[in-house]
């Protein structure tokens, strides 16, 4: 079983990512139950803006795509900024969207029998609205949203400390975290074994 992780931060490589470092945990759990899981840090990648699959020469979103179709479980990773996602998750989303109409080799669509789940980092409060916003566009794509498939970590409104300068509330936001991944793991086992079929006409 394979994961990917989309870490929507707007730091670019190599600047230390709060949201990469508790992405991280998640990742640490899946991979104890033997998942192999890839990171991606979508601001490294030249990503188009649009709603196709393919925009064209230069565009780095199509092997991205192939690492979705590559995975059983998605984990969309985002700072909050104003209390919204990332302007880098709203692009990926965006992307995402040209999967609505592709289909795999039964006419299901293809992110049907696929997980997903949402890790959320910021310094302000936002965070179940984010999860919120990204959980409920993957839903729409068709991924599966497995019941507490998210963690998140934030210090409360107003500006503070990030999550990498502050151990307050690791506890909690890496406990979820590994509960995140067990419940990803689960449904992903449990679709593997009674999948969805083709939706009826």
Known sequence: MRA????????????????????RVVAQQLEAYGVRTEFVRAVDLDIKPGVTTDAGPGDAWPAVHEQLLRSEILVMASPTWLGRPSSLAQRVLERMDAMLSETDDQGRPVAYNRVAGVVVTGNEDGAHHVVSEIAGALGDIGYTIPGQAWTYWHLGPGAGPDYLDDERGHDWAHKTGRAMAANLHGVAKALQVTPLQTPPE
């Open 4 to 23: 990917l992780v989309i870490n929507c931060t707007l730091k670019t490589s190599p600047e230390p990512s709060n949201t990469e470092a508790l992405a």
